[in-house]
Every structure is written in structure tokens, then in C-alpha cells.
């Protein structure tokens, strides 16, 4: 892959680490940015160097973020229900 493509994949890192830090709900965002990122541009570059493990990455980067970003609504609906539920009774 190019060195511009390289480049702008480290940069999405950096950025998702550090959005990650100051706020959880754009860090998440930008990792599944990430991952979207790594597999277009491993689909794109198939069969060069690379290109395989920057899809398979990127597959397992956008699969945990969504996994994850689908657990923790859950996990916060449940709290919310239980928060009502104790707010009522009083």
C-alpha cells in the first residue's frame, strides 16, 4: 500500500486513541472508522502485500466495536429500567 494510505491509517489510530480518552461514545465511532477504513482499503488492494491482514483487521476491529457499542446500550437500558423502577417505588 502506499505510504499515503499508511499514513492516514496511523493518523485514524492516534485520533481514535485519543478520542477514546477524552470521550468513550466518538472513540468508539472512530475504531469502527478504523476498522471500516482497513477493510476497504484491504478489498481494494487484494492480493498485495498486506492487504489480507489489513482486511482481516479491520473485520475484527468494526466486530468488536459493534459488539461492544450493542452490550453497553443494552447494559445502560437495563440500568435506566432499574433507576424507574426504584424511582417509582419511593
Same mark, same amino acid.
Given at each position: 500500500?502506499? &505510504?499515503?494510505?499508511?499514513?492516514?491509517? $496511523?493518523?485514524?489510530?492516534?485520533?481514535?486513541?485519543?478520542? @477514546?480518552?477524552? @470521550?468513550?461514545?466518538?472513540? @468508539?465511532?472512530?475504531?469502527?472508522?478504523?476498522?471500516?477504513?482497513?477493510?476497504?482499503? !484491504?478489498?481494494?488492494? *487484494? !492480493? *498485495?502485500?498486506?492487504?489480507?491482514?489489513?482486511?482481516?483487521?479491520?473485520?475484527? $476491529?468494526?466486530?468488536?466495536?459493534?459488539? !461492544?457499542?450493542?452490550?453497553? !446500550?443494552?447494559?445502560?437500558? +437495563?440500568?435506566? &429500567?432499574?433507576?424507574? +423502577?426504584?424511582?417509582?417505588? *419511593?
Amino acid at each position: 500500500m502506499n &505510504k499515503f494510505i499508511v499514513i492516514s491509517l $496511523i493518523f485514524t489510530l492516534l485520533m481514535a486513541v485519543v478520542l @477514546s480518552i477524552a @470521550s468513550t461514545y466518538y472513540g @468508539s465511532w472512530a475504531f469502527y472508522a478504523l476498522g471500516m477504513m482497513l477493510v476497504i482499503f !484491504g478489498f481494494i488492494y *487484494k !492480493g *498485495k502485500k498486506d492487504a489480507a491482514g489489513c482486511f482481516w483487521l479491520g473485520l475484527l $476491529i468494526m466486530l468488536v466495536t459493534f459488539v !461492544g457499542a450493542n452490550v453497553s !446500550g443494552k447494559i445502560y437500558s +437495563e440500568t435506566v &429500567k432499574i433507576l424507574q +423502577e426504584n424511582n417509582n417505588q *419511593k
